[in-house]
């Protein structure tokens, strides 16, 4: 670990740095100050490509090339020069217009025409414009890939044991079976309708000036229709255009997308938290990682840790989330400063959410099943069948069905003689009791292998 990593305040730019790269080149400081270069030059360049905006002359392919590579190539090197920029400025955006012109200024073919830059814009047309390229990349590039790996994962696992059966437990106690790969698909079906959620989210942007009115641009040319101009601006960035804001975008699509997480986050935390209690009854073994230690003292131990990092990343995940849900949405008449430093930590609710997505995807692929002891647990649980004497007994018109079971069965184990003694006494047709002494609580499963094996594609 590098020093300015051991002396960070954040665990995601110290202790987990290593694993979060992706995400930090696309939501740091630095990732930031890239993209709003990137807004910058593409409205200056849609300025000069409308017919209707002489002031600016169409651009020749060398300077639009040198514009291109002026945001190809940003650096960290450039980005430290905007921050020394801004120390004098106490101005991010202005900060990022001043490095712009000054660029400009070494071209003398851009140098007369460096009033364009930022031309009558608020800095939160480029903020907002900034930060949705910097969501869309981080949920598509980094995110959303991610969770391609968990689902491919988790579907693999539920069509392999698709068939093992499981002794379920609803309220902690022994239940009707299932199977493993049934129970894995349900978490597989949840988590791709989220996902698909999350993909629906439009992300948008708005470049319309200091209150969305475009007051400043139809005083200057009243006759260009500055609305369609904007909209193309956002459109050609990859983004969806939106004509009715203050002067800021609203948000709400950075609470969708927020709330999406959430969901994503809670359907893997429910999944964590089952994980973590299937390997505590011994139905998953962990691979084991030689050098590894599970505890300081114990030898023996092989702690889930994977999935218990998993949960409590996902628990700091959401909590911002549901912060930057809550909040950002909301702000004073046509604008007040508590959406910029809130969007700050964009990047951590993300960072969280990586981390964790992460650690779940690394205990997955230590796990096993331990078909012995599924099986062991089976067999030492014949009450659960009680559900199935009971059914066919009312199907026939037996007296008390379910009282009789009851009976026999509430608060008590019974074993395979005692169960096949009560049906043996059962005023059942013939067929019936064959079938009924035949059943054993590893075959009384339903339909799960078929639905393990039958989830629907991620589309």
Known sequence: MSSP?????????GRYADRLQSLGKLCSESGLISRRVQVEVAWFEA???????????????????????????????DAAEVKRIEAATNHDVKAVEYWLKQRLSERPSLAPHREFIHFACTSEDINNLA????????????????????????????????????????HGQTASPTTLGKEIANTVFRLRRQRRQLAQVEISGKINGAVGNFNAHLVACPDLDWSELARSVVEELGLVWNPYTTQIEP???????????????????????????????????????????????????????????????????????????????????QRDLTDSTVQRSIGSAFGYCQLAWGSILR??????????????????????LAEAVQTVMR?????????????LTRGRGIDRASLQAFIEQLDLPEDERRRLLALAP??????????????????
Do not use: C
């Open 5 to 13: 990593a051991l002396s960070a305040l954040s665990p995601l730019d």
């Open 47 to 77: 300025l000069a490509a409308h017919p209707d905006f002489p002031a600016l002359p169409p651009l020749s392919a060398d300077d639009r090339q040198f514009l291109a590579d002026l945001v190809k190539d940003f650096s960290l090197k």
């Open 395 to 407: 199907l026939h018109g037996l007296p008390e069905p379910y009282e009789q079971l009851k009976a």
């Open 131 to 170: 930060w949705a390229l910097i969501i869309q990349a981080a949920i598509f590039e980094a995110l959303d890939p991610l969770l391609g790996r968990i689902d491919r994962r988790l579907e693999a696992l539920a069509a392999d044991h698709a068939g093992l059966a499981m002794l379920s437990r609803t």
């Open 251 to 333: 948000h709400d699509m950075t609470a969708e997308i927020a709330h999406a997480l959430i969901r994503i986050n809670t359907v893997l935390l429910d999944f964590a938290r089952d994980a973590w209690g299937y390997i505590s009854l011994g139905y998953f073994r962990q691979r084991l990682v030689d050098g590894e230690v599970g505890s300081s003292t114990m030898p023996h131990k092989v702690n889930p840790i994977d999935f218990e990092n998993g949960e409590g990343n996902l628990g700091l995940a959401n909590a911002l989330l549901e912060h930057l849900a809550g909040k950002l949405p909301v702000s004073r008449w």
């Open 363 to 384: 205990g997955l692929e230590r796990i096993a099943p331990d078909e012995a002891r599924l099986a062991a647990d089976l067999d030492q649980s014949w009450e659960v």
């Open 442 to 459: 590893a075959d009384y499963t339903g339909n799960a292998r078929e639905m393990a094996l039958a989830l629907p594609r991620f589309v």
